[in-house]
């Protein structure tokens, strides 16, 4: 049931209006009916009818990563589905993240996705924002800002390697191997990987630990060198 209040009618255009409270009603068309005494210009209306249209206001159906989430890839794509179709650009202007990460927002129907420029940090917390001033296409605005945090995954660290540093003794046949704390970008840490003096070799994977199989013997009697820089991602 709705309770009309406050109704008027302007005398230059006969527009009638009015303010109502509706409590709570479902998105419908209702039938609205309402009487005008009169006045010294205009005849008396007395059950006159109209509909009122009840809409919803958009809402941010569901996002990625979930609120809460943890150990997300630093390279991960944010996204937010409406409910509604939206006003692209009020919606983007409405998208914010914090710590602050460069980035493009595209979309496929209603979802809205967020692709980073580059990697955001290890081991941060991100809260993702989209304010009031997203509106669908009627014009209509989110009742409240939605906000949601995700933890990206700790920088990975190397947990063990082999042959271990400065051993001796090693036999010229050995394969190289290092196990990391975190599954990783294989390519990345293959691209990373150099080995003083140079040698040949194939790389394969066991779960997290990388080895290096040389395609011959190494040389006797000589000390190497292995690295893995830091450009390595997960």
Known sequence: ?????????????????????TGS?????????????????????????TTLKVVALPVVLSVTPLNGATGQLVTVHITATFSKPMNILSAQ?????????AGTLAWTNQVMTFTPSAGMQYGTQ???????????????????PYSWSFTTVSLPQITA??????????????????????????????????ITPAVNGAFSWIGNQMIFTPSANLAYGTR??????????T
């Open 126 to 144: 991100y809260t993702v924002t989209i304010g009031t001033g997203a509106r669908d296409t009627t014009g209509l605005a989110l009742a409240a």
């Open 25 to 49: 009603l479902p998105v419908n068309s209702y039938p609205v009916l309402y009487s005008y005494p009169g006045d010294n210009n205009f005849v008396p209306w007395t059950d006159t009818s």
């Open 93 to 101: 202007g409405a998208f914010s993240i914090t710590p602050n990460v």
């Open 161 to 194: 390697v082999s042959p271990l540093p400065n051993a001796v003794k090693v036999p010229v046949t050995t394969n190289i191997t290092a196990t990391f704390s975190t599954a990783m970008n294989q390519t990345s840490v293959q691209n990373a990987f150099s």
């Open 1 to 21: 049931n709705a309770v009309i209040q406050n109704a008027a009618i302007d005398p230059a255009t006969g527009n009638f209006s009015s303010s109502f409270v």
């Open 224 to 233: 190497y060198y292995v690295t893995i820089g830091a450009n390595v991602m």
